[in-house]
């Protein structure tokens, strides 16, 4: 394995030496404990059994320096998994070993702030601008001016390396999405650089940015690039009632949108409707070395309308609701559904989210049914859904939830019958001075794929030394 991820190995050094040297005002421990055991039966007949454990720990320091200013702040995060439901023998395949004893470092960079409004950050952070949210190894440096009374704004430049195949001995390469083959010219690149900035302004409740990223492979006979997106956010109350937010990125491989949404919300009053609707455009694309762009989830444009009303002599709050998908066969953001390879769906639903008492026990109860179908068949065929969630603070502390849900399917493809499915999920939190245990048991049966049980117990500590 190749090893890359030199920052973070150097900021994870500085953190325990500044750790030893110096006393922080502030230590936070985050813990989360979660085991998960599954039975599910295979088309063959045979038990995948799943006996899964994972660890997870966060540790801030704030203050680390002991000088009361606050300006060194060192965070660590990491968590370990094990599947002990896994066989000796499963210990060397290459698709079964990710789940024999996986260290991953989620996070771990110091933070300085060396002047008031200026904030650096170096190690492996998660990032979120209008492009949506990176974790790199790298750096990052960031500038907040004060525009004038309740306007701020904000700028970032940062370049790194992503958290990618093979970034470092502790990354999560199993679960990166991008799936770049180690063949791949991605895989086997001698170095990745990954650079960004990001501009905005922020006024009370409404602001605007613009943000662009780059990530290059290469080696000595050259380079490519992996991805460059350009993007751009905005939110806003634009009166007391309305309430709007919208972000779009352009892909220059692509040389398309692939991401684009609008979300607006209006109401007038507390006991008047609520009228929301939302539009998007999605068009998956991975790195340029990733082999999902072969067989990558099919684009589409699509669109929801949600209509609530609450009603206060039933202490509830009832919604219609209506959705629609207009895959593109072609790409073609301006064919709306005219390509021969296009297809659409539409859907329809009810709901509501009513609270109660019974027996001077305080519940809640969200239910919500949809239907929705293709035209022509051409995608997915008819599908009705009903969930219906149902919880209650049992005794002080105690909180018990259920929730049950039904399907009927009728696939367009002759190669399935029409079938049902049932799952039924009873779940117990504590909520204790030492922290949260939970326990979940959900059950499942279909006619598609048949039946399987699952059982999960998490205990979560947060404590403040």
């Keep these: 394995m190749r090893i890359r991820g030199d920052i973070t190995a150097i900021v994870l050094i500085l953190a325990f030496a500044v750790s030893e040297a110096a006393v922080a005002q502030t230590i936070k421990v985050q813990s989360s404990s979660l085991a998960r055991l ?16 994972t660890q997870r720990v966060r540790l801030s320091v704030f203050d680390a320096t002991g000088t009361n200013d606050g300006r060194l702040n060192l965070h660590l995060s990491f968590r370990f998994s094990n599947d002990f439901g896994l066989v000796d023998r499963l210990k060397d395949d290459d698709v079964a ?101 990001r ?27 992996g991805e ?15 309430n709007v937010a919208s972000r779009a990125s352009y892909h220059t491989i692509l040389a398309d949108v692939d991401r684009a949404s609008l979300l607006v919300a209006w109401r007038t009053g507390a006991s008047t409707p609520t009228l929301s609707l939302g539009l998007e455009r999605i068009v998956p694309w991975f790195d340029s070395g990733s082999i999902f762009n072969l067989f990558g989830a099919q684009p589409y444009e699509g669109g929801w309308f949600k209509l609530s009303q609450p009603v206060a002599a039933l202490n509830s709050e009832f919604d219609v609701r209506t959705f629609g998908r207009i895959y593109e066969g072609d ?46 068949d051409a995608y997915g065929g008819a599908r009705a859904l009903i969930q219906s969630l149902l919880s209650v603070e049992a ?59 699952q059982a999960f117990l998490s205990f979560d500590v947060e404590a403040w030394p």
């Design 331 to 376: 790409q073609d953001l301006v064919d709306f559904g005219n390509g021969s390879s296009d297809a659409t769906t539409w859907g329809v639903g009810v709901g509501h989210d009513t609270k109660f008492k019974l027996l001077d026990y305080p519940f809640t109860w969200r239910s919500v049914g949809t239907y929705s179908d293709s035209i022509d």
């Design 97 to 197: 070993d990710m789940y024999w004893n996986q260290a991953v470092v989620d996070e771990a960079y110091l933070q300085w702030r060396p002047f008031e409004r200026i904030n650096v950050r170096a190690g492996r952070f998660l990032r979120l601008d209008a492009l949506g949210p990176r974790d790199i190894d790298g750096l990052s440096l960031q500038l907040d001016p004060s525009l004038g009374k309740g306007v701020s704004g904000r700028i970032e430049v940062w370049a790194g390396q992503d958290v990618f195949f093979e970034s470092s001995p502790l990354s999560g390469d199993a679960w990166d999405i991008q799936g770049v083959p180690e063949d791949s010219q991605a895989g086997s690149a001698d170095w990745s650089v990954s650079g960004g900035m």
């Design 228 to 242: 460059e997106r350009i993007g751009a956010a905005m939110y806003g109350q634009i009166t007391p009632d309305l």
């Design 199 to 225: 501009a905005g302004i922020h006024h009370r409740s409404a602001g605007v940015e613009l943000a662009w990223l780059r990530r290059v492979y290469g080696d000595p006979d050259g380079e490519y690039l």
């Design 395 to 453: 005794i002080r502390d105690l909180f018990i939830q259920t929730r049950g849900l039904w399907l009927w399917a009728n696939p367009s493809n002759e190669r399935y019958s029409t079938g049902t499915g049932v799952t039924g999920t009873l779940g117990v939190e504590w909520r204790t001075e030492l922290g949260r245990l939970s326990a979940v048991v959900e059950s499942s049966q279909t006619t598609f794929q048949g039946g399987n049980l």
């Design 38 to 53: 599954s039975q599910m039966r295979r088309i063959d007949g045979s038990i995948d059994a799943t006996r899964a454990f």
